[in-house]
């Protein structure tokens, strides 16, 4: 329990800094945590016998990214994004050359792999240009973290305490309805306190975030505890000691992170 804290104290500051020292360093930052994450996904595959491409599928994901990131810098164009189709379809030349019982399973995953990471990171990535599409503002990457990480400690300890009803027991045995409606209470206390400090929208929309962030995130959760539990491992990674791996401390993001830039998106804009 002192290293899982000591972890977490540490990868907190990490994170708010990465979000509050400027553009550059949110986007190089993400980037990299992106492209492990991936690789953490490519390497959990593995386990079940199939073989996804990952040094193709690792610079497709950064020229995703970095495409991305150069259409708010820069104003770059997506269509230059349609560049990308030979190397992606490259994928299915290389599986040619390969002996493998299973060839369209590995050229699959290595498409799931930019659809269940790479994506919903750009996605997230670009809550930090919402307002202004060539201007950042830390305020909705920020808000979505602990927006995130309220709804993550509100589920754990109404569930540790009062958690009878399970959840999606067949998926995470430990999560419970009382967890779930703890979490979305405590995510849209902060989202409460977030309105008085951001300006940006009304109190109405940091609800509606919050309630997003903590519904979606916890279905991320669940998604891939179903992909590790089909997998028989019992977390992503070992990097981050006493939590897992880096595709473990955001599952919650995959999924709740491409909903919520649609949700602000449509009312922004």
């Not at 500051?13 to 953490?40: C, H, K």
């Not at 305020?139 to 009803?165: E, I, Q, S, V």
């Amino acid at each position: 329990m002192k290293t899982r804290a000591i972890t977490a104290f540490f990868f907190t500051i990490v994170m708010l800094g990465s979000i509050l020292l400027g553009a550059y360093t949110f986007s190089g930052f993400y980037l990299l945590l992106s492209l492990v994450a991936l690789l953490e996904f490519y390497k959990m595959i593995k386990i079940g016998g199939i073989r996804p491409h990952r040094n193709i599928g690792v610079v497709v994901a950064a020229l995703i990214y970095i495409t991305t990131a150069a259409y708010h810098f820069f104003q770059f164009e997506l269509k230059y994004l349609l560049l990308m189709i030979p190397l992606v379809f490259s994928v299915f030349i290389a599986e040619l050359y390969k002996k493998n019982k299973i060839p369209f399973a590995n050229i699959s995953y290595t498409f799931v792999g930019f659809v269940y990471v790479t994506i919903p990171f750009c996605f997230f990535y670009s809550l930090g240009f919402l307002m202004n599409f060539e201007e950042y503002s830390f305020h909705f990457p920020l808000a979505f973290l602990l927006m995130l990480w309220a709804n993550d400690t509100g589920a754990y300890l109404f569930g540790m305490k009062l958690g009878k009803r399970k959840l999606f027991e067949r998926h995470s045995p430990k999560k419970s309805w009382e967890g779930f409606f703890g979490g979305v209470f405590t995510s849209l206390v902060v989202a409460i306190i977030l309105s008085f400090q951001f300006t940006e929208v009304e109190p109405i929309v940091w609800a509606g975030m919050a309630a997003i962030i903590s519904c979606f995130g916890t279905l991320g959760d669940l998604v891939e505890s179903m992909l590790k539990r089909s997998l028989e491992v019992k977390d992503s990674g070992s990097f981050l000691p006493g939590h897992g791996g880096f595709l473990d401390r955001f599952d919650g993001l995959l999924i709740a992170a491409p909903i919520v830039y649609v949700y602000l998106y449509l009312l922004i804009h």
